[in-house]
Nanobody
Framework: QVQLVESGGGLVQPGGSLRLSCAAS???????????LGWYRQAPGKQRERVAR???????DYTDSVKGRFAISRDNAKNTVYLQMNSLKPEDTAVYYC????????WGKGTLVTVSS
């Protein structure tokens, strides 16, 4: 079984930066380093969308709206995945979720990011 805990959300002004972290607690039978990890977000009134994903070989992909602004990375020694978010826009406001697997079979509870002046 896997538990995911996100942190790092908050209120930031447009143009600002935030770094989200997701720490995984993994019981026997699962391996952090062998799994694809992702960040998803859900804005009010909208469907959840995938923001970024990183594979076991650290290949990455991003939704078009965040390319060049966001960067996903992983630290297998710490069982942690990160999302560096730069040049934030009001439309980035959402609850951000960490996900394990492809397709995801474990989810964190989310962390709220609000971009507003």
């Amino acid at each position: 079984q896997v538990q995911l805990v996100e942190s790092g959300g908050g209120l930031v002004q447009p143009g600002g930066s935030l770094r989200l972290s997701c720490a995984a607690s993994v019981r026997s039978g699962s391996s952090f380093s062998f799994n694809t990890l992702g960040w998803y977000r859900q804005a009010p009134g909208k469907q959840r969308e995938r923001v970024a994903r990183i594979t076991r070989s650290s290949a990455t992909d991003y939704t078009d709206s965040v390319k060049g602004r966001f960067a996903i990375s992983r630290d297998n020694a710490k069982n942690t995945v990160y999302l560096q978010m730069n040049s934030l826009k009001p439309e980035d406001t959402a609850v951000y979720y960490c996900a394990w697997g492809n397709p995801p079979n474990y989810w964190g509870k989310g962390t709220l990011v609000t971009v507003s002046s």
